[in-house]
């Protein structure tokens, strides 16, 4: 009888998450002389500890495919980190322990930096404790940090998001300067790094010479020199837009949306970059302003999802079956870029000791010399990230039709156990 | 010699406004024997007070069609609304000083319900003050607010927009709700009325089973049941979305955002229903929460058009014209429900003085008993606006080839004017 593998979700979920989901699941279905069942953890790593396992196997071809354009974790994702072998031994025993009672060989992991650290371990515990498991790390963040890969999966969507509504907003603006709005915030994720940051710039191009500035977290903020770049470009071209970085910060380290708001009930702040830059502008240059805070609805926008990107995600997850399938333990299918223009990108392979907490920030030769736009290095390698779209259906109501699984429980064989 | 015609856009841009420029200018192209060019106001009716016309006969064809699938107002709008006669006869006296010089004789408005009003009062200057010119008025607005049209372009498209992200971001919340975010927040427009939040509810169907608490403008908040009806949700589904509207109350008559909030240096509130509901929601139920506001993003998500609308937008600016060559005067061509399923729509004709200062509320039979949600009724009325995806071209960078217009501006004849 072939082993069983494992799959789970880890962390933010993404537009495309479910793509390497349907691509690990795909390739699986695609070896059933070598893989028995795919059982996907409950919540991640959670449903592995609890053992909430959800049976793959009984879900049909056609909905498995639907995950390739549904958003969101289909399995239900966590935010969760083992701890060392050394500090939380019985976690790892109960991995065992589950693993053994359902037949599990090949444990597959779609995470971040955290995920990966987890699915380094777990690669481990055949070498430390004796139990044969292949560990393979499916690489997935919109936050694009992790090492060696040229991206990571769930970014280039989320770029493209941010890119095109960056661009619509703009025109909005531009067209309503007169008399009305003439800044517009729009405050977009990346707590430590600016790549999404980053993707707003691409709004403007040879084409559309849209004044916009840019919040960097890497880049300290300097008001007054921020001031006078928002006034330059009101003056010259009656509007502007802002792209602020959640993670962007005062020089004393506290984050911008931290600004010691109370409310009549001594609550603090609200949060949001957004709303308080909006405002100093307001203060200090006197101008009309909107903004947004894009949260989810960035990361979950799959119907303008990256076509570069689904095929990514679904090929990575596809790769970490077939090199699991060629022996290989301890590492992360990566994506290698070939060139840039065409775009041209193979799989490559990184080991998980060279992955596991390593955090890829963004070059600061993709920052403009002012601190406040990218550079043509950095559009030569966002650009191809963004390249071509690939809509979900829709049904005859106008909405998307995603997949929602059935989610059949694999009945449990063992005691409960507390995490 | 064909008279000349004076096209201007009015109030907040849409997703599709420029669909219906398309319409009026294409229509105008197709009758060279009966109307020269077409002039665009630049900034809405203040391009015709200032004299600043843009010649739309300088732009090519294809650049016209461009329109059609390019969010914003592509000549510039404006909140500008014309006094009556009485109050202001020098603008009056102006505005055919303009139409004079250029030989105009037919005046298309794009706007909402503001901007209707003034379409009238320009319509009242043949027979007020003997100066022959027909004015037609084409809808436009997000807020769906005008009288005796069906809908209104411009809506069906946001509406497409908030029921889609709703749904996205809902599936996001649904699989972190284990370890994070329980409660996810978005605030959506709509001062006086809450049909874009009731686009929220669609988010939900029969095969997608999502707990949405809607905050309607309509109905007056109150914060205890509220609080009920969220909790109830998360220990039913462990998760819920809010959707908040921007012109939802307090029972004293403030907005929600109005929350007496200041900041270290004494500033008002930054504004936001979003993080005052995702505040109180964590302070009263300490549920993890996320919140957006999607602000402008959703009025301009040209990339998510509805069909629907965009045909709509499209038809309306070509009936303006057909209606004027017939000879018609002080009206605006409307959408006319046939049937819902199928959507069945033609066009009909209303006249304004029926239409201005006339505001249409949500019928309060779409609102469901408890306050939080939409009936049936409701649904059969919004499904057939958000029908059909119309996506407008991406380059080879995967960016959306929206047109900015040449804008070449007619030479001018006339004295500088104040306004």
């Given at each position: 009888m072939?082993k069983?593998?494992?799959?789970?979700?880890?962390?933010g979920?993404?537009a495309?998450?479910?793509?390497s989901?349907?691509?690990?699941?795909?390739?699986a279905?695609?070896?059933?002389?070598?893989?028995?069942?795919v059982y996907?953890g409950?919540?991640?790593?959670?449903?592995?500890?609890?053992?909430?396992?959800?049976?793959t196997?009984?879900?049909?071809?056609?909905a498995?495919?639907?995950l390739?354009?549904?958003p969101?974790?289909?399995?239900?994702?966590?935010?969760?980190?083992l701890?060392s072998?050394?500090?939380?031994?019985?976690?790892?025993?109960?991995?065992?322990e589950?693993?053994?009672a359902?037949d599990?060989?090949?444990f597959?992991?779609?995470?971040g930096g955290?995920s990966a650290?987890?699915c380094?371990k777990?690669?481990?515990?055949?070498?430390?404790?004796?139990?044969?498991?292949?560990?393979i790390h499916v690489?997935?963040?919109?936050?694009n940090?992790?090492p060696?890969t040229d991206?990571?999966?769930?970014?280039?969507?989320v770029?493209k998001?941010?890119?095109?509504s960056?661009?619509e907003?703009?025109?909005?603006?531009r067209?309503?300067?007169?008399?009305?709005?003439?800044?517009?915030?729009?405050?977009?994720?990346g707590?430590?790094a600016?790549w999404?940051?980053?993707?707003?710039?691409?709004?403007?191009?040879?084409?559309?010479?849209?004044?916009?500035?840019i919040l960097?977290?890497?880049?300290?903020?300097?008001?007054?020199?921020?001031?006078?770049?928002v006034?330059?470009?009101?003056?010259?071209?009656?509007y502007?837009?802002?792209v602020?970085s959640?993670?962007?910060?005062?020089?004393?380290g506290r984050?911008l949306?931290?600004?010691?708001?109370?409310?009549a009930?001594g609550?603090?702040?609200?949060?949001?970059?957004?709303?308080?830059?909006?405002?100093?502008i307001?203060d200090?240059?006197?101008?009309k302003?909107?903004?947004?805070?894009?949260?989810y609805?960035?990361?979950a926008?799959?119907?303008l999802?990256s076509?570069?990107?689904v095929?990514?995600?679904?090929?990575?997850?596809e790769?970490?079956?077939?090199?699991?399938?060629e022996?290989?333990?301890?590492i992360?299918?990566t994506?290698?870029?070939?060139?840039?223009?065409p775009?041209?990108?193979?799989i490559?392979?990184?080991?998980?000791s060279?992955?596991a907490?390593?955090?890829?920030?963004?070059p600061?030769?993709?920052?403009?010399d002012?601190?406040y736009?990218?550079?043509?290095?950095?559009?030569?390698?966002l650009?191809?990230?963004?390249q071509g779209?690939?809509?979900p259906?829709?049904?005859?109501?106008?909405m998307?039709?995603?997949?929602t699984?059935?989610g059949i429980?694999?009945?449990r064989?063992?005691?409960?156990?507390?995490i």
């Amino acid at each position: 009888m072939p082993k069983n593998a494992f799959y789970a979700q880890s962390g933010g979920v993404t537009a495309v998450i479910n793509a390497s989901a349907c691509g690990v699941i795909e390739a699986a279905r695609a070896h059933p002389d070598k893989i028995g069942k795919v059982y996907a953890g409950k919540n991640g790593i959670i449903g592995a500890l609890t053992e909430e396992l959800i049976d793959t196997s009984r879900e049909s071809d056609e909905a498995i495919a639907a995950l390739r354009h549904t958003p969101s974790g289909a399995f239900g994702s966590c935010r969760y980190k083992l701890k060392s072998l050394e500090e939380n031994l019985r976690e790892y025993e109960r991995l065992i322990e589950v693993f053994k009672a359902h037949d599990i060989g090949y444990f597959f992991y779609n995470g971040g930096g955290d995920s990966a650290d987890t699915c380094y371990k777990v690669s481990q515990l055949s070498e430390k404790m004796g139990f044969p498991v292949q560990a393979i790390h499916v690489p997935k963040t919109v936050d694009n940090d992790l090492p060696i890969t040229d991206n990571c999966p769930g970014f280039g969507s989320v770029a493209k998001y941010i890119a095109v509504s960056t661009r619509e907003a703009s025109y909005d603006v531009r067209s309503m300067s007169r008399t009305s709005t003439k800044v517009f915030v729009l405050e977009v994720m990346g707590r430590h790094a600016g790549w999404i940051a980053a993707a707003g710039g691409l709004a403007a191009d040879e084409n559309n010479d849209i004044p916009i500035v840019i919040l960097f977290p890497e880049v300290e903020f300097d008001q007054e020199a921020f001031f006078a770049k928002v006034k330059e470009n009101v003056e010259k071209y009656d509007y502007c837009t802002v792209v602020v970085s959640e993670g962007c910060k005062w020089p004393d380290g506290r984050f911008l949306a931290e600004q010691g708001t109370r409310d009549a009930f001594g609550h603090a702040q609200l949060g949001g970059a957004a709303p308080v830059v909006a405002n100093m502008i307001k203060d200090a240059l006197g101008y009309k302003y909107h903004w947004a805070v894009a949260d989810y609805l960035q990361r979950a926008a799959r119907h303008l999802a990256s076509k570069s990107d689904v095929e990514q995600a679904y090929a990575l997850g596809e790769a970490a079956v077939n090199m699991a399938l060629e022996g290989h333990n301890s590492i992360m299918p990566t994506v290698v870029r070939e060139s840039s223009s065409p775009y041209k990108w193979s799989i490559g392979m990184a080991p998980l000791s060279e992955v596991a907490n390593v955090e890829k920030m963004m070059p600061m030769d993709y920052i403009s010399d002012d601190g406040y736009g990218i550079t043509d290095a950095c559009k030569e390698y966002l650009y191809p990230l963004i390249q071509g779209e690939a809509y979900p259906e829709y049904d005859e109501n106008g909405m998307p039709r995603y997949v929602t699984l059935k989610g059949i429980a694999v009945p449990r064989k063992l005691a409960d156990f507390e995490i």
